[in-house]
């Protein structure tokens, strides 16, 4: 009589990561007007004025403001779009 | 959107025309050498710089076509749509970082913001002229941004 074949055991495990969010972070800049920021930010960002007013009354207050959170493709893009309205902007891993 | 216009005194055309063509070339390196490329991946720093190195010498183009343009007295600036008025705030803005960097290096934030503080005899007639210019580039700025976006203003 045959023996039965063993299987053997297979245990398996997906472990899923969410990928890293990263933060754009504006620094306060004393050469450009509060005005021309909270253009800059509605250009940028796509966000009304009175949300790009809070952010920038945030940067005057407090020297530097997370004005986005998210993915790192995303955030080096607005970084950059940022940086071309001559804003002092960086990139920061969130967390 | 109806077209925008900035016009300004013939004299302070000439003498702002007259700072641009100075200030132009360097606001190009200004500009690209304070921003913040990431430096961790060569293939994006050089994307970032290549891009804002091009936007900057594309600014410079087009603040000196619109003074060249800008006849007539009062001189009037023609700005035709939002995407042209968007770029030519972002033109003065890197002018005026510019002389920020090159020319009032030794004077702080705080007397800068308050520029009339230092508007005084003891500097030197090219600072004080430099001063004016900066000073106007900024009402330039505003005056746009009043027509453009005037609940950008508290």
Known sequence: MAKPKLKPEIKTETLVSAAPKWNVVVLNDPINYQAYVVVAFMSVLRISAAEAKKLMRAIHAEGRATVWTGDRERAEMLSLELQQWHLNSLLEKDG | MAELRLSMTQEARTVLSDLLRLIAPAAARVSVNR????????????????????????????????????????????????????????????????????????????????????????????????????????????????????????
């Open chain 2, 35 to 154: 921003a913040n490329v990431p430096d961790n991946d060569e293939e994006i720093a050089g994307f970032w710089v290549e891009t804002l190195t091009a936007q900057a010498s594309e600014e410079a183009r087009l603040l000196a076509v619109a003074f060249a343009s800008a006849k007539g007295n009062p001189a009037i600036i023609v700005l035709p749509n939002e995407a042209q008025a968007h770029a030519f705030l972002r033109a003065l803005s890197a002018v005026r970082l510019a002389l920020r960097d090159l020319v009032f290096a030794d004077v702080t934030d705080a007397q800068l913001e308050s520029a009339e503080d230092i508007d005084d005899e003891s500097l030197p007639t090219e600072k004080r002229h430099a001063l004016a210019c900066y000073a106007c580039f900024g009402l330039l700025q505003q005056s746009l941004i009043s027509q453009l976006c005037p609940e950008a203003f508290d």
